[in-house]
């Protein structure tokens, strides 16, 4: 294979993000996935209204508009004892709203439309990156022909929370304090609230929270998550705690069916709360959840890993005008993403590690939060 201009590793939001604008400026660009689309992603499926933006930014409104999906209009939050807020959802800017959207269909429209731009698609499984005197040259890869070596003078690594370009450029790996597991399930027959999505501070999982985001009138994504240090402490299985949030009364009631679950799948999340850690090396960036980029509070990385493939593309694309692609060069977008995301992601830190993980005090804020909305606001920024 010829050496190209551009490779990107992984085809979820953030890759595809990075392919669409990358193409749309020109540029020779391959995007690597060891799936073919559609695909599933272990998710909440919880799309915010700044995604929805974001892809009208990028001249997609008329085929994101037109698939239908599920818009969501409220919010709650119910506190550890059951004190309930609820607010209305904001629209954006150009009107973009909040959605529910399976990552099997949301993840292929972008890779679509990544291809409709100019990407070429290649699947296959990437080993490790091509590392010579310092500098990264392109990727390994597995695919249907065997082994191969992929040149490029860029390489952008978007291949999620286990990301091997990220382990190799950076083996030592962040505490637990800084990471979380998931758990996402699907139920049908539950009673949802329409449009409207649900955080639950229980209280055997905080600092983490369950949640029930609807998907039509009687289905929902359901699911819990958990700080990993948290969750080592306890001796439960992410299954069994959700066994156990769904024995709850108020749940019992809610169940119509047999309470059967479907799809039921765990993942791990990579939490942006280390003020310093490198995503910009010699020939590559770190994007999305490769680089670290979850909210630490909402465990929302859709959003911010899209605005990190829009900040890396226009680091790549000035690196590729000037033929250079030297970590100081490519610096740039590391302060960046520092400067865009950092604020948001140390207050959702503070709030996470000092606030959330009183049950006592949670009760309080949320039965507070009724008269001072702003104070929910900052849990629901990123939704
Ligand atoms: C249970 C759970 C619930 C969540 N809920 C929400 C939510 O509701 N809203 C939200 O905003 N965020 C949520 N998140 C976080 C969100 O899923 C991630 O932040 C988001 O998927 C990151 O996108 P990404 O493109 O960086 O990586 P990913 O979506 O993980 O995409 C990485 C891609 O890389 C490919 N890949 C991986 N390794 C290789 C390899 N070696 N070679 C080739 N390809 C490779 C994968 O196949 C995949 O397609 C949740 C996370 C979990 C675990």
Not at 88 to 95: E, I, L, N, S
Not at 209 to 237: C, E, T, V
Request: proline share 5%.
């Amino acid at each position: 294979m010829k050496q190209r201009e551009i490779v990107i590793v992984g085809a979820g939001p953030a890759g595809s993000t990075a392919a669409i604008a990358l193409s749309q400026q020109g540029h020779d660009v391959l995007l690597i996935d060891r799936q073919m689309f559609p695909r599933d992603k272990p998710c909440g499926d919880g799309i915010p209204m700044g995604v929805t933006e974001i892809l009208y930014d990028l001249g997609l409104k008329e085929q994101f508009d037109q698939a239908d999906f599920y818009p969501i209009d409220r919010v709650c939050l119910v506190s550890p004892a059951g004190h309930v807020y609820e607010s209305r959802m904001k629209t954006g800017k150009q009107g973009g709203k909040a959605h529910v959207i399976p990552r099997l269909q949301f993840d292929a429209l972008l890779q679509e439309q990544a291809v409709q731009a100019g990407a070429e698609f290649f699947q296959a499984r990437v080993t490790e990156p091509i590392v010579e005197n310092g500098q990264v040259h392109g990727v390994k890869v597995h695919g249907a022909d065997g082994l191969l070596d992929i040149r490029a003078r860029l390489v952008l690594a978007a291949d999620g929370a286990t990301s091997v370009i990220s382990r190799a450029l950076q083996p030592q790996r962040p505490p637990d304090v800084h990471r979380a597991v998931a758990l996402r399930a699907y139920m049908e027959e539950l009673e949802v609230l329409p449009h409207q999505v649900e955080f639950i501070l229980h209280q055997e999982i905080l600092p983490g929270y369950a949640w029930i985001f609807p998907m039509d009138a009687n289905k929902a994504n359901i699911g819990l998550g958990m700080r990993l240090d948290k969750f080592r402490q306890q001796h439960f299985s992410l299954e069994q705690l959700l066994e156990k949030f769904l024995a709850l009364p108020f749940m019992k009631e809610r169940i119509r069916g047999d309470g059967r679950l479907h799809d039921v799948a765990t993942w791990q999340l990579n939490f942006g709360s280390q003020k310093r850690l490198q995503r910009a090396f010699d020939g590559a960036l770190l994007l999305g959840d490769a680089g670290w980029l979850i909210d630490p509070l909402t465990g929302g990385g859709i959003e911010n890993g899209m605005l990190s493939a829009l900040l890396a593309a226009q680091t790549a694309h000035q690196a590729l005008q000037q033929g250079d692609f030297s970590r100081q060069m490519l610096h740039g977008y590391e302060r960046a993403c520092q400067a865009a995301l950092w604020p948001v992601m140390r207050r959702s830190y503070l709030i996470q590690r000092w606030l959330l993980q009183y049950p006592w005090l949670m009760d309080g804020l949320i039965k507070y939060a009724h008269n001072h909305p702003h104070l929910t606001d900052v849990f629901l920024a990123k939704l």
